[in-house]
């Protein structure tokens, strides 16, 4: 893991001091076009090893995302998962919750939403709302408890209880990894102005969002507190500085590449009988085709096919990919300065059709 994203990440032995975080920290960049070649890269990464992931089906993830409102949890989750398979991957945004779902414990609602083995479920909000929102207004004290249990000091009870829980979704096969897109005020404020300001924005504007700025130091002691409280080895915090969008969505891009590694997903192995069914099956397949029955030789070399554009910006953004996880493994990522402003320097339409993921990064880095 890089130091950089080293700075980020919480997991339970150095202490998170919010008022002390440099929220617009562009780490080592000095600005998005240095950025642009490294976020492809790992937007590519991430589809590899999502590929992996579901295969193996040994394992599940979920990444959490809190924030302040306009921290660009949205744009972050649209930009940085864009490279997924959509059948491996499923996003739940949490809102306020409805009567039925108040009517229960408080992690009940996320059962359902918890990833199958080789999944991975985005919480765009989740049960952290509990020990935020929830504990800025008290939100326990508007439901009904059974008497043993009315002097209860309930928020303090949720960190260890979610502690235990995500350990126990550890222990049985899920990881779950939380980030914390850590916007200033004043950012806040700006992009507010701009949503107003801005007619396609206006539907994100919301008057409720305007009021919660009045609690803003207890919301900060509260994502502070739960930082403290909920990180462990198993289930980190990473806390995201967020006033640049460009190097959030950066960071958090490293961040699901470098969980992604971790998890370590392989292709399955085939086992002896499945091994002796394949050569059956070919030689059937190949004998209805009329083909050698042995597997591919020099003499059934496929003809050279002709580069299509598509193919040679694929086959950049690939050797970007192997560069970076070479240069990481030294332990060094180069910057390559010149490349990053080619890159970012082509013109908007320059996708040659299929390239979605330059498209999207560079949409995301601006
Ligand atoms: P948004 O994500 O901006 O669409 O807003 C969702 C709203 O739901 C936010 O204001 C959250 O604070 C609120 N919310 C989510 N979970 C809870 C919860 N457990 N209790 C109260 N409010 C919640
Ligand atoms: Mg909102």
């Given at each position: 893991?890089?130091?950089?994203?080293?700075?980020?990440?919480?997991?339970?032995?150095?202490?998170?001091?919010?008022?002390?975080?440099?929220?617009?920290?562009?780490?080592?960049?000095?600005?998005?076009?240095?950025?642009?070649?490294?976020?492809?890269?790992?937007?590519?990464?991430?589809?590899?090893?999502?590929?992996?992931?579901?295969?193996?089906?040994?394992?599940?993830?979920?990444?959490?995302?809190?924030?302040?409102?306009?921290?660009?949890?949205?744009?972050?989750?649209?930009?940085?998962?864009?490279?997924?398979?959509?059948?491996?991957?499923?996003?739940?945004?949490?809102?306020?919750?409805?009567?039925?779902?108040?009517?229960?414990?408080?992690?009940?609602?996320?059962?359902?939403a918890l990833p199958a083995k080789g999944n991975i479920s985005i919480f765009n909000r989740s049960y952290y709302e509990d020990v935020l929102v929830g504990r800025v207004h008290s939100l326990y004290k508007n439901q009904l408890w059974p008497k043993r249990l009315e002097d209860n000091d309930f928020i303090s009870d949720r960190y260890s209880q979610i502690v235990n829980f995500e350990q126990y979704l550890y222990d049985t096969g899920t990881r779950v990894v939380k980030i914390f897109l850590n916007v200033s005020k004043e950012e806040q404020a700006r992009r507010f102005i701009s949503r107003i300001d801005t007619p396609k924005k206006n539907w994100k504007v919301s008057s409720g969002d305007m009021a919660e700025r009045d609690y803003w130091d207890e919301y900060m002691d509260a994502f502070e507190t739960m930082v403290n409280k909920t990180s462990t080895a198993h289930s980190p915090w990473y806390v995201v500085p967020a006033d640049s969008k460009w190097y959030a969505r950066l960071t958090v891009s490293r961040i699901v590449v470098e969980t992604l590694r971790e998890m370590a997903p392989e292709y399955p192995d085939v086992d002896e009988a499945e091994a002796k069914l394949f050569a059956e099956n070919r030689a059937k397949l190949a004998a209805e085709l009329g083909i050698s029955d042995a597997p591919a030789e020099p003499a059934e070399k496929p003809k050279k096919e002709k580069k299509t554009k598509a193919d040679k910006v694929f086959a950049k953004a690939d050797s970007v990919t192997e560069d970076i996880i070479k240069d990481e493994e030294e332990g060094k990522i180069k910057k390559e300065k010149k490349s990053a402003k080619k890159a970012s320097k082509a013109p908007a339409d320059d996708d040659s059709g299929f390239d979605a993921v330059s498209v999207i990064a560079r949409e995301a880095m601006s």
């Open positions: 893991m890089s130091e950089e994203l080293k700075k980020y990440r919480f997991t339970g032995d150095g202490k998170f001091n919010i008022s002390s975080f440099d929220r617009a920290d562009t780490g080592s960049f000095s600005g998005r076009d240095e950025a642009v070649d490294e976020f492809i890269a790992n937007l590519h990464e991430i589809n590899r090893l999502q590929q992996k992931l579901y295969a193996a089906r040994r394992e599940g993830v979920i990444f959490i995302f809190q924030a302040m409102d306009a921290a660009g949890k949205d744009g972050v989750i649209r930009t940085v998962f864009s490279t997924l398979s959509p059948h491996g991957v499923k996003e739940y945004c949490f809102k306020v919750p409805s009567s039925v779902e108040q009517s229960h414990d408080y992690l009940w609602r996320f059962w359902s």
